[in-house]
């Protein structure tokens, strides 16, 4: 037996107290290298794969997949030197941990990595605390070539009208240099994310005898999807790009009758018709668990008031068209919300009230010197609202590239934590779901938060004449403690006629 080291699990978030273990990414008897992947925990605000802090091998995993497990518990030991020992049964979920901490816990925290001192007072938790002492490096994997891969599909809903598209997958897995990482982020090491990468892009490949099966190549909500589904990734061949299994293989493999394959004696898979079955009891945790906490928190503490107004959007349907053949546009998707964005962000430079927040415990309302503008996302995690920071400073089209990047990057469950804090007021685009309006409920800590309808064809009349035009509906709802009647109504109506006449932006 060497020496025996344990990885506790890291608060992968700011002031996150658990997380639920999804899934093992390797198992006892394993050799794993420093910042391989060891499992994918979801907290309550999104999943990250936590990568390894020591090199050697695997001796006991403490807890079960599905078992919520408090931060600063041990979760998982590794033998770091000497030779490897038999494999173990994985402890049951419910045992504690071992009374006796290992030989190597002083030794790590020492070097700043676990359980040492971090920037900020906090402690070291994560890889990439403290000096940088090593430069690991990976071979790169085979890369896949570009111009034969096909597009990678789409994940998830689309926010704004004309959804954003997926950019092309990884090609290439350069040589990653390993380098600390802020605190609270969900890229808990560079290598590790190249690592993710590059098990995405590269084909897969047998495993070589008496090895453990290569993981099937999926993306954390695929993933998931598979296990609301009952689907087992590891029967069932991806159409992504390089193989990667796409929702469209989950679904497809769902809906499909169970059938043994050749040579099988039982069946490989169980049609189960979705993730949601009647009379069924789904345990709330992780992001529904806090956006629940946070809505009722919200409506029993502010007094929402809404307002609705019905805006002529032609004018900006038409601008919409032209700006995105500028240059300057090239790659991204120019979408309504795009517009309704810059509307509101010109809105609240007029009205700064509307950006501000109620401090009860000092019994003052904080008006917030820059906006960071969240955008409400419906995820296959749930609904998270990550922000742009500072969002009042982009131009148009700085502002287009980063609600693509936000998006994008819920979509694919990769929002880091410290995107989804500090937001001082919401977006909420109601009509990508066809839908006209509705009463938002408050971000806690936001005074305001609007609602975006669809953009539908209606008789309007225009310049005296009854005439066929774009329009659409607007509702926003605001904290009656901080913004009172007249305010909410003159923001409101100043973001509708920045959307009827974009040209009336240039009074602002």
């Known amino acids: 037996m060497g020496e025996l080291r344990q990885f506790r699990l890291p608060d992968v978030g700011e002031g996150l107290a658990d997380g639920e273990i999804l899934q093992w990414l390797v198992a006892v008897g394993d050799t794993v290298t420093v910042n391989q992947p060891l ?3 979801e907290t309550a605000k999104a999943a990250v794969e936590l990568p390894s802090p020591f090199a050697g091998t695997v001796t006991e995993l403490h807890f079960e997949p599905g078992t919520t497990v408090d931060v600063g518990t041990p979760i998982i030991t590794i033998d770091v030197g000497g030779e490897a020992p038999a494999p173990a049964a994985p402890a049951p979920a419910a045992s504690a941990p071992s009374a006796s901490a290992p030989s190597g816990d002083a030794a790590e925290a020492a070097a700043g990595l676990i359980g040492g001192a971090a920037p900020g007072g906090r402690t070291a938790v994560l890889v990439g605390y403290g ?3 090593t430069e690991a490096r990976r071979r790169p994997r085979r890369a896949v ?18 959804g954003q598209e997926r950019p092309p997958l990884l090609a290439t897995a350069p040589d990653v240099t390993t380098k600390p990482v802020r605190h609270g982020g969900l890229e808990v090491g560079r290598q590790a994310e190249a690592h993710a990468r590059a098990e995405v892009a590269a084909p897969s490949r047998p495993a070589a005898p008496g090895r453990r099966s290569v993981r099937p190549l ?5 993933r998931k999807l598979a296990r609301d589904l009952g689907v087992d990734l590891t029967a069932l061949t991806g159409s992504g790009a390089g193989g990667v299994i796409t929702r469209e293989d989950v679904t497809a493999a769902a809906a499909a009758p169970a059938r043994a394959p050749a040579g099988a004696a039982a069946p490989a898979l169980s049609a189960v018709p979705g993730p949601a079955v009647a009379g069924e009891r789904i345990p709330v945790k992780g992001v529904r668990k806090a956006t629940a906490a946070a809505m009722v928190a919200s409506a029993f503490t502010a007094p929402h008031v809404t307002e609705f107004l019905t805006v002529d959007v032609t004018r900006m349907m038409k601008l919409r068209q ?3 053949g500028r240059p300057e546009f090239a790659g991204v998707k120019v979408s309504p919300l795009l517009f309704v964005a810059k509307a509101l962000l010109l809105a609240a430079r007029r009205h700064p009230m509307v950006n501000s927040s109620w401090d009860e415990a000092a019994q ?4 917030h010197g820059q906006v960071n503008l969240g955008i409400a996302a419906a995820t ?24 693509a990047e936000l998006t994008e990057t819920a979509r694919a469950g990769r929002t880091a934590p410290a995107d989804m804090t500090g937001g001082t007021i919401t977006i909420t685009n109601v009509g990508v779901f066809g839908v006209d309006t509705g009463t938002p409920i408050l971000n806690p800590g936001e005074s305001a938060i609007l609602a975006f309808g669809a953009v539908r064809e209606m008789p309007w009349v225009h310049e005296g004449k009854v005439r066929v035009r774009q329009v659409t509906q607007l509702a926003l709802s605001f904290d009656h403690r901080i913004v009172d009647g007249e305010l909410g109504s003159r923001f409101l109506a100043d973001v509708g006629a ?6 009336t932006a240039l009074a602002f």
Do not use: F, M, Q, W
């Not at 034969?148 to 004309?162: F, I, K, L, N, T």
């Not at 999926?218 to 695929?222: F, L, R, S």
């Not at 296959?380 to 609600?403: C, M, Q, Y």
């Open 145 to 162: 070539h570009a111009s034969s891969a096909p597009a990678p599909e789409p994940v998830g809903a689309d926010y704004g009208s004309g």
């Open 380 to 403: 296959p995690r749930g609904l998270i609202v990550p922000n742009v920071k500072d969002a009042g400073r982009l131009s148009l089209a700085e502002l287009a590239g980063a609600l």
């Open 498 to 503: 920045l959307l009827s006449d974009p040209g």
């Open 218 to 222: 999926a993306k954390p909500p695929v």
């Open 39 to 41: 499992c994918e925990v």
């Open 364 to 367: 003052e309302i904080v008006v």
């Open 131 to 133: 000096p940088r002492t």
């Open 322 to 324: 032209r700006i995105a």
